[in-house]
């Protein structure tokens, strides 16, 4: 499926992603603190993570960008996240991401299950299997 193999060039400063990456209830992490804010804010509510670390010059991540927006909108139980592989570099190199998309899926600040490609059929099986899981447990 998908995906583009990391790069790692701090060539002009397109910082347009703000756009096509964040929407709906996806918030876009920015920072290590932001991100370490949003993990504790999903173990303290009792919400699973699922974490996109893309780029802004990956056209896989480009094409599934709306569809990740889409479920955001659809599962407000989920807390959903988009890390620039670019932006945060060191960080996401912390995360072992060879290729992007990848999407971390996270409960308490564990991972659980990763994805690697704009697969969206295979995000499709992952979030219905997430979703059934979590089903005996929502009020």
């Not at 993990?39 to 893309?54: M, Q, T, W």
């Not at 960008?65 to 960080?91: G, K, Q, R």
């Not at 299997?129 to 979590?134: C, G, I, N, Q, T």
């Amino acid at each position: 499926m998908g995906h583009c193999l990391a790069k790692h060039n701090k060539g002009g400063d397109d910082s347009d992603h703000n756009v096509e990456f964040a929407g709906g209830n996806v918030h876009l992490i920015t920072t290590k603190e932001s991100w370490d804010q949003k993990i504790e804010e999903a173990e303290r509510d009792g919400k699973i993570v699922i974490a996109n670390f893309s780029a802004t010059w990956c056209g896989p991540c480009k094409m599934i960008a709306p569809y990740y927006v889409e479920l955001s909108e659809n599962h407000p139980s989920i807390m959903f996240l988009t890390v620039d592989v670019d932006e945060l570099t060191d960080f996401s190199t912390s995360w072992d991401i060879k290729a992007t998309p990848t999407f971390f899926f996270l409960k308490d600040g564990q991972q659980f299950d990763k994805l690697v490609g704009a697969n969206k059929p295979e995000l499709q099986k992952k979030m219905i299997a997430l979703l059934d899981s979590e089903a005996p447990f929502q009020k």
